[in-house]
């Protein structure tokens, strides 16, 4: 039992330190009923999550599955410094009302996946706020300038004389202390988080918890767009809280051979179901389109309730197959305006030179007609526009 818990709990993992203090955990959760913590912090920096978070609430799931207390942690007090991990600049400060609304918003997301009763919501801002300057003055002696400066993205910008703020090194320290604070068994994170996971452990040490976390170390999810990883700032995100038919459409725009990653990392099906389906691809029983179809579902499923991904298919199926206008679409009225104007206000184009160009590439039908004049004006009546194949808005004038 504890070797088939492990090969699950290590599911997709890139890296776990200490694996043999992970086993002794999940031992004595068989032998003795004694349950473990697990940690992992989300700095509340915007409104909502996306699926590249899910990638660690589906492995701190799992965790739970094995005997594990989940410390979702929220850092409302280090969001307010800003991560710079992966920028080659500082992040832009957020304010307390921004953080605050954003962590509400986390509290209510996160339990669409994790069990509430096996789950603890904390912040980090309760220590934070106590420690003091005093505390803080003594936190920054256990480290030097020197160690700060091994972090990879330090490292790149003082080479290249870019600026590093003295809150920055700062954040890596404050991250670790979350660990001392709340003594946590396993710590886990971002391939990206690697230097402020080990903090933990290290400050776990200094300061004579009685225990060194393990660290466990997931991939960060390749966005829609193939390459980069999943981001808002990037717009090749999906957000757990998109309507189901949006969140099955982006889901089958993927390609074929980024499917299967997100199938180990996303998906509640087994590694060895998983080979089935590829085998099954490969020797042309299935037809990859289906197999993406059936992980879109199960995703739509996971944050909508069972049969949801089911209805976003076959609304999916009526727009894209039968050429059929959605079931339900926004709705607009406006006095007399001209197309371009209406594309913008409704939303469909973000800009009114982006509308244009929608027009200029034959992208855009009025009740399914499609457009090549800019200067059309919408009159009494009501109009169906439409940009691509997924942008829908109801006009009434």
Known sequence: MIEKA?????????????EERVITLIKNFYEKGKTFTV????????????????????????????????????????????DPTGKSATRKVLTPQDVAKNAETYKEQVFKILEKDKTE???????????GSRGLLALTTTFN???????????KRYKTNQPIAISEFIYPLLQGYDSVALKSDIEIGG????????????????????????????????GLDGVNKMSKSLGNYIGITENPNTIFAKVLSISDALMWNWYELLSDKSLEEIEELKKDVENGKLH?????EDLAKEIVDRFYGT???EKAKDEFDKVHKQNDIPSDIAEFKFEKIGLIDALFESKLANTKSEARRHIKGGAVKINGEKIDKFDIMLENGEYILQI????FAKVII
């Open 388 to 391: 691509g194949k997924r942008k």
């Open 121 to 131: 919501v904390v912040f980090n801002s309760k220590w934070l706020d106590e420690l």
């Open 191 to 222: 391939t990206d988080q690697k230097f402020n996971l080990l903090m933990g452990r290290s400050l776990q040490r200094t300061y004579n918890v009685g225990k060194e976390q393990a660290v466990m170390m997931m991939p960060l999810l390749v």
């Open 145 to 155: 300038v020197a160690r700060m400066l091994e972090r990879d993205d330090f490292e």
């Open 288 to 292: 990859p389109k289906k197999v993406k």
């Open 39 to 82: 940690k992992a912090g989300f700095d509340p920096t915007a409104p909502d999550l996306h699926l590249g978070h899910t990638v660690l609430l589906q492995k701190l799931k799992v965790f739970q599955k094995y005997g594990a207390k989940i410390q979702f942690l929220i850092g409302d007090f280090t969001a307010q410094i800003g």
């Open 307 to 309: 049969g949801a991904g």
């Open 6 to 18: 492990l090969k699950e709990i290590k599911r997709g993992c890139v890296e776990l330190i200490d």
